[in-house]
């Protein structure tokens, strides 16, 4: 027979091996749970980074990587908007190419506009020659060799920032004239607190220095960028409608981040000296 102190000691010990069997069973549902909050995080944080590191406005050139990440059409993707623009007008791409940067030839200390006669109505910008000169020379001798005729916008962006990119005459964003531009003007005071403003006409480039060439983009609303991209011109009032109704015909991925609904063609790129 127990003693009644030994028969204390066995109800203590059950119960101490109870409450660590409850506690261990706590300790196992807890990382259970944590395991699936982190598997969720990573998801979420990986999936984050992908669309970060896909580049925001590439002359994509690099781009054979970004095509593979950029966001795929979905079953849910709302219906296209009308498209509001025009049959573009008939001609072909030219396929041209050039092995160094364009002699100089503008006027630096003049000024200078820029006519997009798109599709979808006239495009024009007030060019920053003095700021920008070497963007400035190379756009007046690419326009005047009849380089962005007929050639396609191909990117819309409608998710954080908000961007029609041109200039690519394979309308792939892989194209461009066969030689790159250096960096200028990034600290144009326009650019504050890293947002490019509405009506902003820049360079993209490859997300590497000085290696803009071709493909540039308008800004139709103030868009979170750093200065790395040359600002070379600023949209005309009249201007900032065309590409709003651009932009309000949406992409085609759903996604934010695509090519336009609208056919947004340039019929003729012109510069000319005012």
């Not at 020659?129 to 400035?136: F, G, I, K, R």
């Not at 380089?147 to 964003?173: A, E, M, S, W």
């Not at 803009?212 to 960028?225: D, K, M, T």
Request: proline share 6%; glycine share 8%; net charge positive.
């Amino acid at each position: 027979m127990v003693s009644q102190e030994q028969r204390r000691r066995q109800l203590a010990r059950e119960k101490f091996l109870r409450q660590q069997q409850r506690r261990t069973s706590a300790r196992r549902k807890a990382r259970m749970r944590n395991s699936v909050i982190a598997s969720v995080l990573g998801v979420v944080v990986i999936g984050s980074v992908a669309l970060y590191t896909t580049g925001v406005l590439k002359n994509d050139k690099d781009d054979k990587s970004n095509a593979s990440a950029r966001v795929t059409p979905s079953a849910s993707a709302p219906s296209k908007a009308p498209d509001p623009c025009a049959k573009p007008a008939a001609g072909p791409v030219k396929k041209l190419s050039w092995k160094k940067e364009p002699a100089m030839t503008i006027d630096a200390s003049a000024k200078y506009t820029m006519k997009l006669a798109t599709t979808c109505g006239d495009i024009d910008v007030a060019l920053k020659t003095s700021a920008a000169p070497h963007t400035v020379n190379s756009f007046n001798f690419l326009a005047a060799q009849g380089f962005f005729d007929h050639t396609k916008c191909h990117r819309l962006t409608t998710n954080n920032i908000y961007v029609l990119q041109c200039g690519d005459p394979t309308g792939t964003g892989s194209g461009g004239p066969g030689y790159t531009l250096p960096d200028e003007n990034l600290k144009d005071k326009s650019l504050k607190g890293n947002v490019y403003p509405a009506g902003t006409v820049a360079m993209a480039n490859t997300g590497q220095k000085h290696t803009g060439g071709s493909q540039f983009f308008l800004v139709y609303q103030n868009s979170p960028l750093p200065p790395s991209y040359t600002p070379f011109g600023t949209i005309s009032e009249s201007g900032m409608k065309v590409l709003k109704k651009i932009a309000a015909a949406g992409e085609n991925t759903g996604g934010g981040d695509g090519a336009p609904n609208a056919t947004v063609v340039i019929n003729k790129a012109t510069i000319a000296k005012s």
